[in-house]
């Protein structure tokens, strides 16, 4: 990490930030807030290397560092909130998130708090979903205290965003935090049956379904707090008097007691006008501003106290009645002034939603020409140098239509290519100066999923395989562009998502069995690119769902197909990413076939657990990433044999006066310091 962070941070910034002396992590800090409130651009730069050196800090035992640690993550996502929002990449959340939660047990309040607070933040900088699903994970600690923490900051988050926020699904959402309900530990114990209540009061009985599983002392424990919960009335709306006049109360008030048969009198206090307020009923007495309660007294513990007091005490208050100094309605809205009500975002959002469908709705015509204007608006919005917000709240919904409009090009229109041949090079143009721009931004390559980016990976091979560019007017210009586009989608592309719409489509073109060699060698290369860069996105990358893909992949086609087959690249291609997970992960991979229905029948699980078993044999995940970053290679083992020959020549040799023997033995040291 020290290395990524070199060229990115000043030197002293750099040696503070890896110091073995917390007070110097402290400047670190203290120096990345000092130049986030100047300006927010330089950290966006590099915030995905400071959330992971924050992730790093979250391992230390450090107070002082924590607490200043997370003032600052606390500031910082407050700065990224503002105006345009920030979205954090998949990449910058994994690394940061994770660790984060692993500190909500800390039984400071004031660490709790705080991870609270960055929690509820993050949810505005990316998809709630996400930040559920991590919250998920942290309900399967060991720890007590943050399993209760992370399902009180899931029930925030579902009754903040809905059950659309519970991921997977809500019934499995649901099902998870059920389980809490017999733990041993009261406070999660109750967090989970408060969660269970909030989402009663969001889907009803459905709850109960879901929750069937359950035995028979939590269902009691479960229907038990249902019905001890409290109705939701509307609250009464009390009409408020129009103010004319203002009122100047007298500061104090006396108050004489009158006692019971029981007590003795008390002496007469002086007491401030607000202890009218206790909760006395008092009643007013004419113009002389005196007023009589009765005070019930509080329920007292003891025997002897609960004798003594046998009715309630008599309370006179006297008070002097208040100056009012006269005003008219017109002075005193004169005096306040209007209030300006500031329009509703929401309208301006459908406002700027409903225009962003007028332009997908021309981006689907049949006409060629109404095609190319709804383009150009676009280019337009995004070649700015920051893309306009109406187009990054619909960067999903704008690639699957780029991909269906590179779809009609070249299936409706090229075929008519004399009477559209003004429309097409102009169209093709376009398409692909939108996705150049949007895909050089991670943030912007971030907003897609792996059915998106299978069309749109399919689409543009398509199109550089047309052999109908060779004889258009710049056709062989589209061909390449569509080239370098479609390697920087494969580079720039979420990781999880790239690598499962490369699996989707080589199994996509395999079962259909309309693909040419050149097309299948294409995409096979797209999945190579995806495997090498495996290892250093490890952070962004989730394999569960790759592992989702290559399952149905082995199940469409299994291992006895390959032998028949003729050409088993693809069957070669898929063993390779499973290697290299399996190099990656170790045995640990065997925990994430989570997605995978009955597993246990799956060749995917036969496979993973040889390539595990030939994993540790070979020392581990990593082994040999590792052997080459200290130097061994494979060329090294192979001439260890050689290099042992010529030692041992030399020393037989240097029993005799053999001066070339000793330069020899020189030469050989100096070699190999």
Known sequence: MMGKDAPCFSSNLLAWFFSADFKNQIKAIQALQ??????????????????????????????????????????????????????LTDGEVNCF??????????????????????????????????????????????????????????????????????????????????????????????????????????????????TKALDEKDRSMLMER????????????????????????????????RPTQQEDAPQAVDIPDSASDSGASTTSKGSKGTAEATVAPRAIKGEQQQQTISRPATVTIRRTAPTLIPISEADLNAALGEVPIPKRSQSMAAASSSGMTSVFAGLLSNSPGATLQALKKIDDLVSKSVVDPTVSRNLSELYRHLSEVLRKLYTSSMPNYATNFQHIAACYGHVLHILRVLFENPRHADQTNALILSD?????????????????????????????????????????????????????????????????????????????????????????????????????????????????????????????????????????????????????????????????????????????????????????????DNLSNIINRLGSSDQEAVQQVRALATTNQ
């Open 34 to 87: 000092e130049d986030l409130n100047v300006k927010r651009e330089p950290t966006i730069a590099v915030i995905d290397l400071i959330l992971k050196w924050f992730s790093l800090r979250f391992f230390d035992s450090n107070p002082q560092v924590l607490a200043k640690g997370l003032e600052y993550l606390q500031l910082l996502f407050a700065k990224l909130s503002e105006d345009p929002v920030y979205q």
């Open 97 to 210: 998130v994770p660790y984060l939660l692993l500190k909500i047990g800390d039984p400071k309040d004031t660490v709790k708090v705080g991870i609270k607070n960055i929690v509820q933040q993050l949810c505005s900088l990316t998809a709630p979903t996400k930040i559920y699903a991590f919250l998920a994970d942290g309900m399967k600690s060991k720890n007590a205290k943050q399993r209760s923490e992370c399902i009180d900051l899931a029930t925030w988050v579902m009754e903040t965003y809905g059950m659309e926020a519970c991921v997977p699904s809500p019934e499995v959402a649901i099902k998870l935090v059920s389980q809490q309900i017999g733990d041993r530990d009261a406070n999660v114990r109750n967090a989970a049956l408060n969660y269970l209540l909030f989402a009663f009061g969001l889907i009803g009985d459905k709850v109960l379904t879901f």
């Open 226 to 257: 249902l019905k001890r919960a409290p109705k939701k009335a509307a609250p009464e709306v009390v009409p408020q008097p129009k103010p004319h006049a203002t009122v100047r109360p007298n500061p104090k008030a006396s108050i004489a007691v």
């Open 456 to 644: 749109l990976i399919h689409n543009l091979i398509s199109t550089i395989l047309d052999r109908r560019m060779e004889a258009m007017t710049g056709g062989a210009d589209i061909v390449q562009t569509a080239n370098v586009i479609t390697l920087r989608i494969v580079d720039n592309a979420n990781r999880t998502q790239i690598v499962c719409a490369s699996v989707c489509l080589l199994r996509q073109l395999l079962g259909s069995g309309q693909m040419t060699d050149k097309f299948l060698d294409l995409v096979i290369k797209c999945v190579w690119r995806c495997v090498r860069k495996m290892p250093d996105t490890v952070l962004q990358l989730q394999i569960d769902p790759v592992l989702l893909e290559i399952h149905l992949f082995l199940k469409q086609f299994p291992a006895s197909h390959w032998p028949t087959a003729a050409d088993d690249t693809p069957f070669r291609t898929v063993k390779t990413i499973l290697y290299t997970l399996c190099r990656m992960y170790g045995s640990d991979v065997l925990n994430h076939l989570t997605l995978v229905e009955d597993p246990e029948n799956s060749e995917l699980l036969s496979f993973l657990k040889r390539v595990v078993k030939s994993v540790d044999r070979n020392g581990g995940p990593g082994g040999d990433r590792e052997r080459q970053q200290n130097g061994e290679t494979l060329a090294t083992n192979g001439n260890a044999k050689k290099h042992a």
